[in-house]
């Protein structure tokens, strides 16, 4: 019963995995229909998702199928499991019709866009799309996830005490990790940052700068302003140099180099911003983000200018900087 009852526990471990991919999909279609016309980015995200979802069915499909048969070399030694499998059989014979399914997994899914047979060249993405014995569709493998399930809960039904008193015992061995710390990287916001750290040790542009934006408007939103000066108020009608500084500031803590501070003359109006890694960044109520060719064209004189050395000045920069820094996402 060993062997038996090793399996049950690995059809219910996997039975939980297809589950919750059926909710993503659920959920993801529907939202997509309440919401997809108001909102296009959700409809990127309902894509992007059935993407990564149709891969991972497509391996968790074929350890499926590795499973069952483990399971099924028990039915020499048991007439229940030599029932379930004649009983399931149509079921399963209905996944295996998709002959290509192991070949797509190692190929697209789970390896390296190799084949076994010919490691030394790149695979054509289009000779496994277009091979009718491949998978090309996430309701294709919505369909066959959702009939290992149903052969799932048949073997389940079938040993219902068993799979109880399997699951007991597995559950039993399981050491409490609740209280277990987080290792390494312990949050989103730290793992964007020591990604970009790397970034720019290797000359690439920062890649989740976009993520800053959303994060200074929300605590720009969030901030004390009565602990603020009144210079460092924002302004509906121009930029604010003292708020560039204390942008710079931020930036250089989160390991952004070579920022470069410019001030740009229209008319009466004097303007500031900052410039690094292809961004210009100012404070107009929000922090704002544009390339720095638009915003030096918008301008009739262009110039450098550095960040204060004043004491006084520096006190109210630093007194900001941590207001900031109180209602920054960790």
């Not at 229940?80 to 899914?109: D, F, M, W």
């Not at 108020?233 to 920022?259: D, H, P």
């Amino acid at each position: 019963m060993k062997k038996i009852y090793d399996s049950l526990i690995v059809f219910n471990l996997l039975k939980q995995k297809f589950e919750r991919d059926f909710y993503l999909i659920e959920s993801s279609v529907s939202l997509a229909k309440k919401y997809g016309r108001r909102c296009k980015d959700l409809d990127h995200f309902n894509e992007e998702l059935k993407r990564s979802l149709f891969l991972k069915q497509v391996i968790d499909v074929c350890a499926f199928l590795d499973e069952f048969r483990a399971f099924r070399s028990l039915a020499k030694d048991s007439e229940r499991v030599k029932e379930l499998c004649r009983i399931t059989k149509p079921a399963l014979e209905r996944i295996e019709e998709l002959k290509g399914l192991r070949s797509y997994r190692n190929a697209l899914a789970a390896h390296n866009f190799r084949e076994e047979k010919n490691k030394e060249e790149v695979i054509l993405l289009s000779d496994y799309t277009r091979n009718q014995e491949n998978p090309n569709s996430i309701a294709d493998m919505f369909f066959l996830s959702s009939l290992c399930v149903t052969i799932t809960e048949a073997i389940c039904a079938e040993f219902a005490s068993d799979l109880k008193q399997a699951l007991d015992s597995y559950r039993s061995r399981l050491q409490d990790d609740s209280g277990e710390p987080l290792r390494g990287i312990k949050t989103i916001r730290e793992a964007y940052d020591e990604v970009e750290k790397y970034r720019i040790k290797i000359n690439l542009k920062p890649k989740f700068t976009a993520y800053e934006y959303a994060e200074l408007n929300m605590a720009l939103r969030k901030l004390n302003w009565e602990a603020i000066p009144e210079k460092f108020q924002l302004s509906k009608n121009e930029t604010n140099k003292a708020w560039c500084e204390v942008l710079g500031m931020y930036f250089e803590m989160r390991g952004y180099q070579g920022i470069e501070y410019y001030q740009g003359v229209k008319g009466s109006h004097v303007n500031y911003w900052l410039e690094f890694y292809g961004h210009a960044m100012f404070v107009i109520d929000t922090l704002k983000s544009v390339e720095p060719s638009d915003l030096r064209e918008a301008h009739s004189v262009v110039s450098n200018w550095k960040p204060c050395v004043d004491e006084s000045s520096s006190q109210h920069l630093k007194l900001v900087y941590d207001e900031l820094m109180k209602v920054v996402t960790p």
